[in-house]
């Protein structure tokens, strides 16, 4: 039966990676390869009240992830919906596109790893849709983006969910993660922007009259966008310190800080008719996020659970160890695979393979894989919720970024990859 839930899981897996192929949601594939794998593992134990404690001590874990991604999207949607985010964007006005280039990628940067690299990146191609009208120059600053948006994400705990993954699991922590991995990022980044930098030819187009569109009751310049941005923000950086602080589970803080923007988001404007009021509140912002990506989650996250049970994982870390021998060319490997397979449900595998006994929090494997996972998605553009954003956004081919963006995006990953290697070398970390 092992060989049979295996196949399901590969067959799942394919699925999910060949979503726009087959035209079938990655939502749908992992939640029926989610429950087919925890099915049959139960019929085939012989002892289905133990496989059920197994799911229960799974679901639990899994619980905690979802709540605190639930959170953090709710966050950013109402502070979107108040417009918090041009109180930044807005006031980018260069020229110049070199000039424009580097703020655009280091606001990228920074923004993502505060919020995260997906909702980062729908804003800035946002901005520079209002920036840029020549396509072509505008296609090259998206795929930056990604780029940008995928570094930043991955050197903070809540700036990449993969790296949420491993900080609510316990392999790495808050302080350590930002000190090891902001080097390796910025190398990321910094080595396409570098490239472009010198071949970047032509201009940014003739920018049109901005349009002066009609937002509802709270006009133009809605009020409390800076309330919002400022609160919603800095409930996001407060989860790390109350984590700290409490030893609470990370969810509670991310709900204690949606609780906060809740009550602030009904306080304003609050003899307004209500239906004009609701897309600014709280029950609004619940209604716009992507459940699709949570109940994705779930689904990958309950297959590598059944698979964790039955040790099929760790008998596979095993095999690799003794196949392969490096823990950097298996964990590099991981990387490049995230740029075809969704880096979710391999970091979700790596964890099942690697326990904490043998590799407790901040061991090198951990911090690797942070930024090999969060980062080798930039590589092509369908490898990474980032890159499928902008895809669908700027309408940006697959063969157009493959061609112009892939290979330096390559570069700047293994930039990173030699970065960190060489940090951890001088640390004698490994």
């Known amino acids: 039966m092992e060989v049979v839930i295996v196949a399901i899981f590969v067959i799942g897996y394919l699925a999910i990676a060949l979503e726009h192929p087959i035209k079938v949601n990655k939502t749908a594939s992992a939640l029926l390869t989610g429950v087919f794998c925890w099915t049959l593992y139960a019929m085939s134990s012989g002892n289905p009240d133990l496989v059920g404690e197994h799911l229960g001590e799974h679901l639990s874990q899994i619980s905690s992830i979802l709540f605190f991604l639930l959170g953090a999207m709710t966050i950013v949607e109402l502070v979107d919906a108040y417009q918090g985010f041009r109180l930044i964007t807005d006031r980018i006005r260069t020229k110049n596109p070199v000039k424009l280039l580097w703020l655009v990628c280091w606001v990228t940067f920074f923004l993502s790893s505060i919020l995260d690299n997906l909702t980062t990146s729908i804003v800035m191609i946002s901005l520079i849709r209002k920036l840029i009208p020549d396509k072509e120059m505008r296609m090259f600053f998206a795929g930056m983006i990604v780029i940008a948006a995928n570094a930043g994400g991955a050197w903070t705990p809540i700036g990449d969910v993969t790296t949420t993954m491993l900080w609510i699991g316990g392999q790495i922590s808050t302080v350590n993660i930002m000190e090891v991995l902001f080097i390796p990022s910025v190398f990321c980044m910094l080595v396409p922007l570098l490239y472009l930098t010198f071949t970047l030819k032509g201009t940014l187009g003739e920018v049109p009259n901005p349009e002066h569109e009609n937002v509802g009751y709270l006009s133009e310049k809605i009020k409390g966008s800076g309330i919002m941005l400022t ?200």
């Not at 969810?251 to 602030?264: C, K, N, P, R």
């Not at 709280?282 to 039955?310: K, N, P």
């Open 231 to 430: 609160l919603g923000v800095g409930a996001l950086v407060f989860v790390p310190v109350f984590k700290t602080i409490t030893h609470m589970p990370p969810y509670i803080g991310m709900l204690l800080g949606l609780g906060v923007l809740w009550v602030v988001s009904e306080m304003i404007n609050p003899h307004a008719d209500e239906a004009l009021r609701k897309p600014y509140t709280a029950a609004g912002a619940l209604q716009r996020i992507d459940t699709s990506s949570v109940l994705f989650f779930l689904g990958i996250l309950l297959a590598v659970g059944a698979l964790e049970s039955m040790t099929l994982l760790h008998r596979f870390a095993e095999y690799l160890d003794h196949a392969i021998g490096s823990q950097s060319i298996i964990v590099t490997l991981i990387g490049l695979m995230s740029a075809v397979i969704d880096n979710v449900p391999l970091v979700a595998a790596s964890m099942g393979m690697y326990n904490l006994d043998a590799f407790p929090m901040d061991h090198f494997i951990w911090e690797y894989l942070a930024y090999c996972a969060g980062t080798g998605g930039s590589i092509l553009i369908i490898g990474s919720a980032a890159g499928v954003a902008v895809m669908g956004m700027e309408k940006i081919d697959f063969i157009w970024y493959l061609k112009r963006i892939s290979l330096i995006a390559m570069l700047g990953y293994f930039a990173g990859c030699g970065a960190y290697l060489a940090i951890e070398h001088f640390r004698g970390a490994y």
